[in-house]
Every structure is written in structure tokens, then in C-alpha cells.
T-cell receptor, first 113, second 114 residues
């Protein structure tokens, strides 16, 4: 079975500061891992994904995430936060494939001037 | 393409009433998913269909919930009778199959049961 734990339901950073959103997963098979972003009153959009190969993956809007098997983690980072990054971020896992996803509870990111 | 279309956008109803949420997936997509989002439980997968057939409904909370997909272009999620604890945002998502790397989400239905 697969599950996802996101540490911190709310994260607040200053504009220009580092963004770090934490995600740990559990999977009985090699996982596919995803980060999705949800802007207010919208559906979720794919930010980035890891399937196989390079463990550091880059996504849209300057975000990246690193798959660490030994730590069962897939933390999301961005070197410099922008006001437009304020949104809710969801980490997700699947046992393979891009469709049946198990999501974490989400982390709401606030960016203040 | 218009994307995944959900209706209504908002629904307010009274406890005990029947509620029907609707979803039109992207044309050509063969998988459809219903998710529920609440503050307490986050985003939960309720049920998913592949080629109009329900594959996994283990996330459906109880018998008050039912979902159908009569054809490739339409799905419904019904709650009868509704209860205040059903208040949530319900998302529909579709996937074309194959190597497409992402789910396509609708904008959701905000359900409030009073």
C-alpha cells in the first residue's frame, strides 16, 4: 500500500526566501512521486514528477524536488519565493503510472513581503 | 479543449436532501477519478473508472455515496441522503491513459450541507 505524509499543514516564508515543503512516502513497490499545486478556486496542476533515473527533478516555476530512497522523502524546494507561489501544495505517490494517485494532506504556502 | 468540466460550481443543500455532482472529462480520456477535499482529511480518492467501468471504489465512505459513468463523456457522484459531514470540495479528474504524465483536474464543486 502507498501513503504520503506532508510535514506542516502551513508554511510561511518571506518573498525571496528559500521554500522547503516536506514530503515522506511509504510504498511497497518503487514509487512514482509527484508534486501538484492548487491555486485558489482551481483544480490541481502538476508541478513536477519523479519516476526513474535522475533523483533531482526540476519542475515549473523554478521548483525542484529530490528523491531520497534511503529517507523515503521527496521534499520540494525553491531557492527564492515569489508572491505568486502562494498556494496549496500536494505531494502524491502512485505504485507506477500517472493516474491513480494517493495524495498527502497538503501544505498551504504563504509568502509575505 | 475546455478541460474537465464540473457542475455545479457551488451547491448548498439541507441535510437529508439528495445531491448530484456532475463531471465531463476531457474527450478521449479513458480514466476518470472522483476526489474529495476537506480540511481534516486532505484530498481523498473516492472512486475511479477505467473505460466507464468502476475499478476501485474502496474510498467511497459509505452506502450513501454512489457514482456512475454511463458513457465516456459523463459521470455523476450522488449522495443520498446528504449529511453536514459531507461538506467538502469534490474534484473530478481524468487521464488519457498511456504515458501522459499528469491528471487533469476540474475546478471542483464546493458542497455545503446545512
Amino acid at each position: 500500500a502507498q501513503s504520503v505524509t506532508q510535514l506542516g499543514s502551513h508554511v510561511s516564508v518571506s518573498e525571496g526566501a528559500l521554500v522547503l515543503l516536506r514530503c515522506n512516502y511509504s510504498s511497497s513497490v518503487p514509487p512514482y512521486l509527484f508534486w501538484y499545486v492548487q491555486y485558489p478556486n482551481q483544480g490541481l496542476q502538476l508541478l513536477l514528477k519523479y519516476t526513474t533515473g535522475a533523483t533531482l527533478v526540476k519542475g515549473i516555476n523554478g521548483f525542484e524536488a529530490e528523491f531520497k530512497k534511503s529517507e523515503t522523502s521527496f521534499h520540494l524546494t525553491k531557492p527564492s519565493a515569489h508572491m505568486s507561489d502562494a498556494a496549496e501544495y500536494f505531494c502524491a505517490v502512485s505504485p507506477g503510472g500517472y493516474n491513480k494517485l494517493i495524495f498527502g494532506a497538503g501544505t498551504r504556502l504563504a509568502v509575505h513581503p | 479543449d475546455a478541460g474537465v468540466i464540473q457542475s455545479p460550481r457551488h451547491e448548498v443543500t439541507e441535510m437529508g436532501q439528495e445531491v448530484t455532482l456532475r463531471c465531463k472529462p476531457i474527450s478521449g480520456h479513458n480514466s476518470l477519478f472522483w476526489y474529495r477535499q476537506t480540511m481534516m482529511r486532505g484530498l481523498e480518492l473516492l472512486i475511479y473508472f477505467n473505460n466507464n467501468v468502476p475499478i476501485d471504489d474502496s474510498g467511497m465512505p459509505e452506502d450513501r455515496f454512489s457514482a456512475k459513468m454511463p458513457n465516456a463523456s459523463f459521470s455523476t457522484l450522488k449522495i443520498q441522503p446528504s449529511e453536514p459531514r459531507d461538506s467538502a470540495v469534490y474534484f473530478c479528474a481524468s487521464h488519457p491513459g498511456g504515458v501522459e504524465e499528469k491528471l487533469f483536474f476540474g475546478s471542483g464543486t464546493q458542497l455545503s450541507v446545512l
